[in-house]
């Protein structure tokens, strides 16, 4: 057994988009002052808690894995790793990324962290993407949950601010899974996974991704509108959203279902790279944190 696939098992690129949006949360929120601990904490004891759940997600899926040519060789799948040793690796990444996370954050940071965690493994790998079409969309609030917890372990608080990261990354996983799962069509089918396109059929999953699209432009914007950020990332946020969604239409006109999809797929990553800069380089939070006293005051 090597380090190798001990690693594949927490899936390091989940790990990383994650840790990505993570930042975009904490300096949303931070506006400008930095905590290098709580930075820290906030940042390892969420990739960890995302490593663990990797973990789980990869034992439950040993047996539709084996049905999938991208899956096929994980390391679950081939025996290289027995259960209970990935039991109990999954276990201690856990209990580290939690346990850091109720240290050094805020109890309302480890309960998204939670959150996201059942979610993911209990809700998604366990029962849903197995059974639902509506496992996408259901999952898409374990997907949202890291910024949400950046954003809470520096205010404690879930505010507007929290809600509208929420909304905004759970609208961006949804055409982002989409086109994974049209152009990975044949292995979803192959191993009877009941997502939008093989339940329902490609066109219907090009209609939903545009909608789903158009959703998240408007709740990414609505972050400047409620001043939590500034008009440039305002500026950013409809220029990358703008073009994201136009290449999702012409999902209509396209002759290539699977290179447009990978087209949808790799645009969706730059998305969500740029808005967690530009909400990290123009957060506004004190002007937010005005608005908001004034409003109730």
């Not at 790799?266 to 908001?292: K, N, Q, W």
Request: hydrophobic content about 55%.
């Amino acid at each position: 057994m090597t380090y190798k696939a001990y690693s594949s098992l927490t899936k390091p690129g989940i790990i990383f988009g994650n840790l990505v949006t993570v930042i975009g949360g904490y300096f949303l929120a931070a506006g400008g002052r930095f905590e290098p601990w709580l930075f820290l904490a906030v940042v390892l004891g969420t990739s960890l808690v995302v490593a663990s759940g990797c973990v789980f997600n990869n034992i439950i899926d040993r047996d539709i894995d084996g049905h999938m040519a991208r899956t096929q060789s994980r390391a679950m799948v081939t025996g290289e790793i027995s259960i209970p040793i990935a039991l109990l690796f999954g276990c201690l990444l856990g209990i580290v990324g939690f346990g850091l996370l109720a240290w050094m954050t805020t109890p309302l940071a480890t309960g998204f962290a939670a959150l996201g965690f059942a979610i993911y493994v209990g809700a998604y790998s366990l029962y849903l993407k197995r059974h639902s079409v509506y496992s996408t969309l259901i999952g898409s609030l374990s997907g949202a949950s890291p910024p949400v917890i950046g954003y809470c372990a520096v205010t404690g608080t879930f505010d507007l601010g929290a809600l509208l990261l929420l909304i905004i990354f759970s609208m961006w996983q949804m055409p982002h899974s989409y086109a994974i799962a049209i152009f990975r069509f044949d292995d979803y089918a192959s191993a009877s996974i009941p997502v939008l396109p093989v339940k329902h059929g490609i066109a219907v999953a090009k209609r939903h991704i545009v909608i789903y699209t158009v959703l998240f432009v408007i709740a990414s914007v609505m972050l400047s509108v409620a001043g939590y950020t500034g008009w440039a990332y305002a500026i950013v946020a409809v220029a990358v959203g703008g073009y994201w969604l136009s290449i999702t239409l012409r999902g209509f006109r396209t002759t290539n279902d699977q290179a447009w999809a990978r087209k949808v797929f790799g645009i969706s990553i730059v998305v969500v790279t740029a808005l967690s800069v530009m909400m990290s380089l123009d957060s506004r939070m004190p002007i937010a944190e005005s608005l908001l006293s004034l409003a109730s005051g």
